[in-house]
């Protein structure tokens, strides 16, 4: 005959003891947070930017190769002031670097990390989405100020140009660069949307970047463009940032021919944190997590 043993009850203090125990069994992992997301997103970020020479040349040396040629070629005063030309163009140039390394650089590197599907596994990841963004304004804070602190030695050994001169001008610096950035970044990730594919973005790009400069009073003074160019320009933060720029390193003097007569410091603030906004409410509506060619 055979016997089968029945289970036996368990007591209170028998399932407690078992409970810690199946507790660890079923904990659900924990989600990683922003901010430690964020920052390993950053690292890697940098690590692949630093690791792309032809990324980093591109984005770092073509704003210090127009600095260079153009500042070798620059001689004489600005009409009606005591400033010289090569001076206004080094304070205009500093505007280029953080449009190149803040838009143009971000909005080709969306681009391809998109085509090639970079984006869209990121997005499947336990890694929250914000990351991304966090890790891409790093990785811009970081080249920017790069950037500038190098356009900045060569323009102060090679070409003269003078150190601010004040507090207020190294705050003037500070707030101009940190608002232009925000707003270049921005705007370079929602721009990353009208761009096909990786094969195109640099075309894509580079035209806006260019035309930009030129009606913005980076390569020629801004007085001296005709008067529906400066209109146009001052519909975009490259014109602010670089008038921002002109008003730490050039004297006061040269307001006489500035439009306004005054550098407009609160003008500047305000166009620029304008455009920072415009830029966040344009890419949470236009960022897409896949590229067409993507499944």
Known sequence: MTFTETPREQ??????ERAP???????PARMP???????????VELKAFFRNKQSLVFTLMFPVMLLV???SIFSGK??????DLKQVFMAGIIAAGVMSTSFSGLAINVAIERDTGTVRRLAMTPMPKSAYFVGKLVRVVVTTLMETVL??????TC????LPATPERWLTLGWDLALGTVACALLGSAYAAVIPNSRSAAAIVTPVFMVLQFISGVFFPFNQLPHWMQTVAALFPVKWMAQGFRSVFLPDSFTVVEPAHSWELGHIAMVLGAWALAGLILTAL????RGPRVR
């Open 33 to 43: 947070g922003v901010w430690r997301a964020g920052a390993a997103r950053s690292s």
């Open 151 to 156: 356009l900045l030695g060569i323009a102060l």
């Open 286 to 289: 236009t960022f897409r997590w």
């Open 159 to 162: 070409f003269g140009l003078p």
């Open 11 to 16: 007591t209170p203090e028998q399932a407690s």
């Open 78 to 83: 600005v009409a009606g002031t005591q400033t």
């Open 21 to 27: 125990e199946q507790r660890v069994r079923t904990a």
């Open 69 to 71: 040629v153009f500042g």
